[in-house]
């Protein structure tokens, strides 16, 4: 089953889109992390969604968003440092608290612009509480721009190989500015929680058609 957590909720109505659409990549944790959260309770989703609202409510200028959005990304990516190395493989791990601490975000930003407290309802909240499925965003650099075309990933921990319910096309390549490899690309896949070990030390593995083969160590037990 794919998940579709990326279209927002009604309650906010289409005011939302935009800030969805910059949201859905950046996340910002709490506290101390302590291994992907895969169960959580109606009062720990609230917490996390506080959690993303507070700093975007003392936020006074776009640098300070700019620099909370930058915080955020930092959160649940795996692999490469982009500030290092900015054509590392690495990826974006969207997970429950990922996907509520960025409308939390959401909601402070809409808090400002609509001058009223706006808060996400119970039944959406349970939505994202019942997510089956850990969203993997996959970033890596090439030399043409269709390098990533067909591109799949796998989880490895010890002896098994966890493959994804589902992945999106990649990306078109994008002109890399930086050192290495011309182009930038992305994809998506989504990996059934009950499928892995939240709590694991992993190699993501990425595939490509001609037969290489790109891997990274990512410590899942590092990311809430």
């Known amino acids: 089953m794919r998940c579709k957590a990326r279209a927002g909720w009604r309650g906010l109505g289409g005011q939302l889109t935009a800030l969805a659409a910059i949201g859905a990549v950046m996340a910002l944790t709490g506290g101390p992390a302590a291994a992907i959260d895969v169960k959580l309770t109606m009062d720990e989703a609230k917490k996390a969604l506080a959690a993303g609202r507070e700093p975007m409510e003392k936020a006074d200028t776009q640098e300070d968003v700019k620099k909370i959005m930058q915080h955020a990304s930092v959160a649940t990516r795996v692999g490469s440092d982009p500030e290092k190395d900015p054509c590392g493989a690495s990826a974006i791990l969207r997970t ?129």
């Open 96 to 224: 429950k608290r990922f996907w509520l601490e960025s409308f939390g975000r959401k909601e402070a930003a809409e808090t400002k612009k609509q001058k009223k407290d706006v808060r996400m309802p119970d039944e959406k909240i349970q939505k994202y509480l019942d997510m089956p499925n850990l969203e993997v965003e996959v970033q890596l650099c090439g030399d043409d721009e269709y390098f990533a075309e067909g591109a799949q990933v796998a989880f490895q921990q010890g002896s098994k190989t966890i493959k994804p319910m589902d992945v999106s096309p990649a990306d078109k390549g994008r002109k890399n500015e930086g050192q290495g490899p011309a182009y930038r690309s992305r994809f998506t896949a989504r990996f059934a929680y009950d499928s892995f070990d939240p709590n694991a030390k992993t190699k993501v593995q990425i595939y490509f058609p001609d037969g290489k083969m790109s891997e990274f160590e990512a410590d899942f037990s590092k990311v809430k």
